[in-house]
């Protein structure tokens, strides 16, 4: 038996400034980017910070929204313009609970060359096996790249498909996924691949992940992986980390 | 409405302090470098440390210079010999408030390639469509490359000419600009620029940011971008940052 | 006379926490890979942490097992799930006292181009010679690439063979040795040089280091050197140092 | 008038342990490399730590050498098997009061592919027009590449010539100067250099420092700015800053 994620709402918000702080802490923002819950109670609803930097983040900062961008209790506390990331993907995605949104370095090269991001190593195998590249030019022609409404999130959305990822040109990329560790996990290792597929493609041809090898290790990926993953990086962050029991058989764990 | 920008000169010169203070913390300086801002009060002058590494100014060093580098209170203090940069730029640019100078380094190696520097990322484009390379061997033959001489900077400062950053051969960069904030936030982007564009082109041929693109982010940039972008590096500088009210409507945020 | 290591359980347990440390903080290992030594007094055991990340590991983390990955005292702990690398490496090599599993980044390109690392300089002499990649698809078919029973596991030593270091295909590397102190050791100047070699790759053709050099190296390679860099390490990782007496005549050092 | 090094023995070991120190922060050494001082009142002597890493380094560890290597008052403690690498460079170089042994990363790939290390930005002109590369294997054969005797020391010696900087094939360099803070400067600027060439490289032709521009930096370069980097570095290596007044005029500063 895994892990069953029965937190309060507070609870929920907790973990969601912890990952702010985990993704400054790891590299993957800086003083932008964004990281979103599905409300838990209210499939309609989602949160996020403020208009802040991931690091500065406290639980006062999260925002709760309508799917389309509408703030429910404002408090005079600015959002996100680019918000609408997070809102068309969960409009889009029932099963998607927790959204990121990064500038993380290592992806841009990918976004700007027409070089598909394949996984290299197993533990970056999240991303599958095609990882799209959108391009706000394409529908909307030349704009500041900024995914200000819900018409550019959804055209987004459409390129995301029902994929874990897609790099958005110029820009940086979303991350959806089933759980917030999932989402959190995923960007760490996506720069992690990006990195070290540069490195290897100056070294010679690249042997990548088959697709069997990525969907072994998409079902045999258990809680467990995750939670090893989030108490390291809490702690490097200097965030508690929330240790609740884990029943059942061992996990698969590497 | 954008926040009006009505500090005290002392308010003023402490925020020069973090500027500095940001600068080395974000690894764009390191013991060599400055940045300076026009007095507030008094547009024939400038403040610029005296001649010491970023990471260690006090309030107590900051100088004030005419714009021909004469100091006006020197009380035995030694100016940066480069000064005459900064005073070269305002001299010839009544909209720019703050110039850095700095050797940032993922920056050097497109002033001596030819390689031009373009803006990959949306949070890159304060550089504009070109960033020129300035020589001192063009005009003044074989120097110690240091602008030591109001000659020497008005040369650079033509060569800068009404943009925002001009690369200096073999040495660095000036970043000019009509804010602190913004001259720090575009050193800082310069130099991830300059590392992206070096790995992008090490995969293959990179799609730049379109000039409608550029124009588009720059008219659509809002003070509150730079405010968000400061409390974090304020954050990491180990600095105060001076939390005053926005007004207005929600300002445009990535 | 070299220093005769004849420590207590106790104390062998506490060095295997400090290495586990001292691997996180030299970026050998992130949240994942593991680090086991041979039971000082019971050839056919080992021990290593609980499944956890080796940063936060403590001495109540770590457990016994028999070569075969049967847990002596389990008390409710998660082993690894990759255990059986360490397993199989005992089993098939009585001179090896300790083994490390780690993804260590810049290793990452070698194990999937087939481009050979080899030793750049002197410090990263002991990879040998001939550093095999063992690939689990060979064997073993799409799998989700973990080593997680003693069949894989014995695979790979076969691989290893008599050699201090295999690679492992898209996923990371195995490191054996006579003593913990060589194994992390050996560790981390694998990712530097990794590192380095693709450096120079990119220069230019690369002189490596002869057969006889490497030969040379190791035969002269005194504890002392490995003492060194461990009291470094330590003060790094903060961890205390065990300064025990080295009798004897000057050991060579570097 | 520049300042006048007038220092007491203590405070020029002191200033030894700082420098020590200093290059561990700055990643120019790491468990291995050292820095010598020669005696400031005995130019047949130097002083050097027992062999332990530079960032473990007390005063107590500091020991004085006859120029063959020769401990005068060892104490037990264990000296540096390379330390003939100091001894070799004063015997032949009266003006030479420092040395520097070290493996900083970036130089490397220069030592092992015959690509000529050479000046790209003014802050690293100190290495000069040509930084030969010493091979151990052209006079001694297959070694383990150590400097362990004075023969060794000496034919190193030759091939550095009056020159500050020489590079070790698969080994590191030697830098050599007139002051401690001179061989800690061109050591961290010399790995700076490295990085950047190599990067620049693969942008595409590089144009390198000018003979009359290195000259020109040479001749211009006062005590002044290894002042200003050596406050830096000793806050970054949070050791104290020695504050002697620097009398007379304006000193060259960048």
Partial sequence: ??????????????????????????GVVDAFGHVSIRHPEAAQ??????????????LDDLMEFALDGTPIDPAGRNP????????????????????????????????????????????????GTH??????RS?????????????????LARALGTRPVALMRGHGCVVAGPSLRNVVFNSIYLEL??????????LGEVTFLSDGE???????RSSFTYERAWEYWCRRAGRAYDHRPMGGPLSQAT
Same sequence: chains 1, 2, 3, 4.
Avoid: K
Avoid at 1 to 26: G, H, P, Q, Y
Avoid at 139 to 146: E, V, Y
């Fill in 1 to 26: 038996m895994e892990r069953t994620v029965t937190m309060s709402l507070t609870d929920a918000l907790n973990e969601l400034v912890t990952a702010n702080r985990i993704l400054a802490r790891e």
């Fill in 45 to 58: 609803r989602y949160w996020v910070s403020r208009a802040r930097a991931p690091d500065c983040i406290e």
């Fill in 80 to 127: 996100y313009a680019e918000r609408h990331i997070h809102g068309a993907v969960y409009e889009d995605r029932p099963e998607v609970h927790a959204v990121v949104h990064n500038h993380s370095p290592s992806l841009i090269p990918y976004s700007i060359t027409g070089v598909p991001l394949r996984p290299v190593m197993h533990m970056c195998a999240s991303m």
């Fill in 131 to 136: 990882v799209p590249v959108w391009d706000s």
């Fill in 139 to 155: 529908a909307f022609g030349d704009t500041n790249l900024l995914v200000t409404s819900m018409s550019m999130g959804r055209d």
């Fill in 193 to 202: 691949n990006a990195h070290l597929q540069m490195q290897a493609s100056s």
């Fill in 214 to 220: 990525i969907a072994a290790i998409l079902q045999t």
